[in-house]
């Protein structure tokens, strides 16, 4: 069974960094899509940055690219995204979700009903 737990939430200040983290168990597939979407209550949950695992690529959505980096640590079965010159308009509670894939073009083609398992999410809060 395919457990992922996300740490690291909290408030942070306009303009501030925050690392986000999560740990997964019971996930062996080798080709792999790891991404965290976040959601605003009221609004649908969207895609952030993926991690295509065959070849440690990304890929990011356009709020994102140039200001959060995704990563993998194999050795902890870590999934992390590292948040810079973070917005109010961050704030949302984040996931993190994995599925089996074949190429990064298909992990950014996948939308929530794709994949298979998500954390219980975390808060980002960003005050304005």
């Known amino acids: 069974q395919v457990q992922l737990t996300e740490s690291g939430g909290g408030s942070v200040q306009a303009g501030g960094s925050l690392k986000i983290s999560c740990t997964m168990s019971g996930y062996t597939g080798r080709s792999s899509c790891m991404s965290w979407f976040r959601q605003v209550p009221g609004q649908a949950r969207e895609r952030v940055a993926s991690l295509f695992t065959y070849d440690s690529s990304a890929d990011y959505t356009d709020s994102a690219k140039g200001r959060f980096t995704v990563s993998l640590d194999n050795a902890r079965a870590q999934l992390a995204l590292q948040m810079t010159s973070l917005k109010p308009e961050d704030t949302a509670l984040y996931f993190c979700?994995?599925?089996?894939?074949?190429?990064?073009?298909?992990?950014?083609?996948?939308?929530?009903?794709?994949?298979?398992?998500w954390g219980q999410g975390i808060n980002v809060t960003v005050p304005s």
């Open positions: 979700a994995v599925r089996s894939a074949v190429t990064l073009s298909s992990c950014a083609s996948f939308g929530v009903p794709a994949y298979t398992s």
